[in-house]
Structure formats: C-alpha cells, structure tokens
C-alpha cells in the first residue's frame, strides 16, 4: 500500500510560481514511480510529470518541459512539482499518483486528494 498527500496549492498570478509536494508512505513505496497528473474544468486528465523513486529518472511532458521540474527528497519520502512561469492554462486540480510502472499512465493506481492551483492573468 502507498499512501499520498499533496500540498502547496494555491493563487498565484501569470509568470508566477508555486512548489507542490507529494509526501508519501508505505511499506513498497521506494519500488513505485511518482507522477503528477492535472485536469481542468471540462478537459482530460493529464500526466505532466513523473519520477522513478530508486533511481531519480524523470519524464516531463511537453506541454510543462522547460517550466515544470519533479523531484524527490529521500529523507522526507516526498515528491516535489516545482511550477515556474505558470499561465492561466495551468490552472487546474494537480494529483500525485504512483504506480509500479513508471511510462504507463493508467496504471497509476494509488492517489492523492488533489490540490488546486489558480492562476490569475
């Protein structure tokens, strides 16, 4: 069992920043990969990011590449999503999920509760 909570939501303006975090638990957490997904009123989910726990390795999509960074911290079993030059089309529910396979978005099966992140133009 992996048990996630995210924090580090908020309002921000265009151009601005804002740091999610994901801390995780559970007995198997280090053989899991860690992801960030987002949907926005109306659209699909989204996966931007993700990140292999044992060896670091990250993936981020292209629609956040070059503004959006994951990382972990090992000593607090967290994940962060580090939001730079955030626009409006940013503005959505950010998750952070985990799954045995890191490249398959739908087998991310354990999820945290979501935070918002609004950003204002």
């Known amino acids: 069992q992996v048990q996630l909570v995210e924090s580090g939501g908020g309002l921000v303006q265009a151009g601005g920043s804002l740091r999610l975090s994901c801390a995780a638990s559970?007995?198997?957490?280090?053989?899991?990969?860690v992801g960030w997904f987002r949907q926005a009123p109306g659209k699909e989910r989204e996966f931007i990011a993700t990140?292999?726990?044992?060896?670091?390795?990250?993936w981020h999509a292209d629609s956040v590449k070059g503004r959006f960074t994951i990382s972990r911290d090992n000593a607090k079993n967290t994940v962060y999503l580090q939001m730079n030059s955030l626009e409006p089309e940013d503005m959505a529910i950010y998750y952070c999920?985990?799954?045995?396979?890191?490249?398959?978005?739908?087998?991310?099966?354990?999820w945290g509760q979501g935070t918002q992140v609004t950003v204002s133009s």
């Open positions: 999920a985990a799954s045995p396979s890191m490249w398959d978005s739908t087998a991310y099966n354990y």
């Open positions: 559970g007995r198997t957490f280090s053989r899991y990969a």
């Open positions: 990140i292999r726990w044992s060896t670091g390795s990250t």
